[in-house]
C-alpha cells in the first residue's frame, strides 16, 4: 500500500489550501484515512481521520469548524480542506492509514509542507 500526499504550499493567514492523499494497493474503502502533522522539533499531532466503515470524521480541537476530511472512494483518495488558516497551522501534513479493526496506523505518505504567512 502506497500514500501519495500533495497540494501543500504557501498560504497567507486567513487562506484555504485542499490537501490530497492518493492511495495506490489494497482497498482503499477498508481502511479508516487519518492526517497528523509534525512541525520541527515537536511531537506529532493527530488533525484528524474519516472511519472507514461509516464514513464518520473525527478532528482535533485545534482544527475543528476549520479543517473537512472527505474520501472520494471512487479515485481512492482522501482530502483535507484547510480554512480559515492560521500560522500555527504551518507543519507539515501527512497521511496516513490502518486497516478496519487494527489500531495501528500502517502505512503512511511522504509528508506534504503547509506553511502559512501571518
Known amino acids: 500500500v502506497q500514500l501519495q500526499a500533495s497540494g501543500g504550499g504557501l498560504v497567507q493567514a486567513g487562506g484555504s489550501l485542499r490537501l490530497s492523499c492518493a492511495v495506490s494497493?489494497?482497498?482503499?474503502?477498508?481502511?479508516?484515512m487519518a492526517w497528523f502533522r509534525q512541525a520541527p522539533g515537536k511531537e506529532r499531532e493527530f488533525v484528524g481521520r474519516?472511519?472507514?466503515?461509516?464514513?464518520?470524521?473525527t478532528y482535533a480541537d485545534s482544527v475543528k469548524e476549520r479543517f473537512t476530511i472527505y474520501r472520494v472512494n471512487a479515485e481512492n483518495t482522501v482530502y483535507l480542506q484547510m480554512n480559515s488558516l492560521k500560522p500555527e497551522d504551518t507543519p507539515i501534513y501527512y497521511c496516513a492509514a490502518r486497516s478496519g479493526g487494527t489500531s495501528e496506523y500502517a502505512y503512511w505518505g511522504q509528508g506534504t509542507q503547509v506553511t502559512v504567512s501571518s
Open positions: 494497493g489494497g482497498t482503499f474503502n477498508s481502511y479508516t
Open positions: 474519516s472511519n472507514w466503515s461509516n464514513g464518520v470524521t
